[in-house]
């Protein structure tokens, strides 16, 4: 076997210096050497300013005080909690508040901005306007000033429990927040769950099927009666075998506040709508640029063979134009997520406010905190980003890209 001869170190060098993204000769790759050397001094300068701190403070460093009670309570939690819990409790309380509200906040700013989009390109002139106007008028406001709009001036200006607003006399709307019967579950539950799955993937499947044949054969099936058939029939067929799946406890008012039902606190209820509405203004726009990206040929080629316009969007123009809405779409989601932070302004108890605001406070662990809050919204950012990136690869693997 031949041994190849060794390359001099001036044929080395010009290789390590385009791998570094130097200049060419000596003089960039000293350059890269200080630039090294000054950034391990400034973290070292950094590391030491805080342990000199932590020191005259008598703080200890760790994650010690994850175990410790907490000792104050939370408005909202989906998980059982008591302020007699520890701080990891708080974590986790406050991170699934995060999550629930940009959860949320994306599925209604998505359906919004997509349909202030198709109005804004609507042959509607009315139509066409006030979506516009919605547009215009939304994206330059800030985002605090929504929050406390819907929150102060919206909400807060509601009646009191006892004057509160009736719907259906189930639903009651106050200055206390939303108050909706409570489900629970009963020996039904599970097999009505397990239909109602069957029946929508078998919707999905009939529904991919129909669609297949459309794009190879032009033959149009009509799967829509099947699909609501069987997500309407299986379910009943099991509440006729097993029982009723669930009971409603209604709210009922007594004293000054309702007793019995699920409420949702007017935090969330502002945050959610402050999210969902100013974030849905960019997504329209987002969409919008997406449509009109698409030559104008394919919408006439579709309407040529007699689709109607609702038709051609969604079979043909949109899954084209998510070429082009997906990665500023990923954007828009990533800030509703880290725009949710802003919920400390009226008290919702996400994860910034109890964690990173009441939990430093009291346990003064700035730097464990900190570090634990911002490796969570990473954490967040690059799920979020792998998810719409391997929603793009499996449409334009379906698209022959």
Excluded: C
Aim: proline content about 5%; hydrophobic content about 55%; charged content about 10%.
């Amino acid at each position: 076997m031949a041994i190849e001869p060794r390359k001099p170190p001036s044929q080395l060098l010009p290789k390590l210096q385009r791998a570094l993204g130097g200049r060419a000769g000596w003089s960039g790759f000293v350059l890269q050497l200080l630039f090294v050397a000054a950034l391990a001094w400034i973290s070292y300068e950094i590391v030491a300013n805080a342990r000199a701190n932590l020191q005259a403070q008598r703080i200890t460093a760790g994650f010690g005080f994850l175990a410790n009670n907490a000792g104050f309570d939370v408005s909202q939690s989906l998980i059982p909690y008591s302020g007699s819990d520890p701080y990891t409790r708080v974590f986790v309380v406050g991170l699934l508040n995060t999550l629930l509200v940009s959860v949320i906040g994306i599925f209604f700013a998505t359906i919004i901005g997509f349909l202030v989009a198709l109005g804004r390109l609507s042959p509607n002139w009315l139509l066409s306007r006030i979506s516009g106007g919605y547009v215009e008028l939304i994206r330059n406001l800030p985002l605090l000033f929504q929050i406390l709009f819907w929150y102060l001036a919206v909400l807060a200006a509601l009646p009191n429990p006892r004057q509160s607003i009736s719907i259906f006399n189930g639903i009651f709307l106050s200055n206390r927040g939303l108050v909706i019967p409570k489900p629970i579950g009963e020996a039904g539950f599970e097999p009505f769950v397990v239909a109602l799955l069957a029946a929508i993937i078998a919707a999905i499947i009939l529904w991919r099927y129909a669609r297949r044949q459309l794009f190879q054969s032009g033959k149009v099936i009509k799967v829509w009666p099947y699909a609501l058939a069987m997500i309407i029939g299986l379910p009943l067929i099991s509440v006729l075998i097993f029982g009723v799946p669930v009971t409603f406890e209604v709210p009922v008012l007594r004293g000054f506040n309702f007793a019995g039902g699920s409420r949702l606190i007017p935090e969330f209820v502002a945050l959610t709508l402050a999210l969902s509405t100013y974030t849905a203004a960019f997504i329209a726009e987002i969409v919008r640029a997406g449509i009109l990206s698409v030559h104008k040929g394919q919408m006439e080629a579709g309407s040529s063979l007699g689709l109607q316009r609702g038709s051609v969007l969604r079979l043909i123009v949109i899954p084209q134009a998510l070429r082009v809405i997906l990665p500023p779409l990923t954007n828009q989601y990533l800030n509703l997520t880290k725009n949710s932070s802003l919920a400390v302004a009226i008290g919702y108890p996400d994860l910034v406010s109890v964690f990173a605001g009441t939990t430093l406070s009291q346990t003064g662990q700035a730097i464990e905190i900190i570090g634990i809050t911002m490796g969570v919204y990473l954490l967040i950012s690059l799920v979020t980003s792998a998810i719409m990136s391997f929603y793009g690869w499996r449409i334009s693997r379906s698209m022959g890209g």
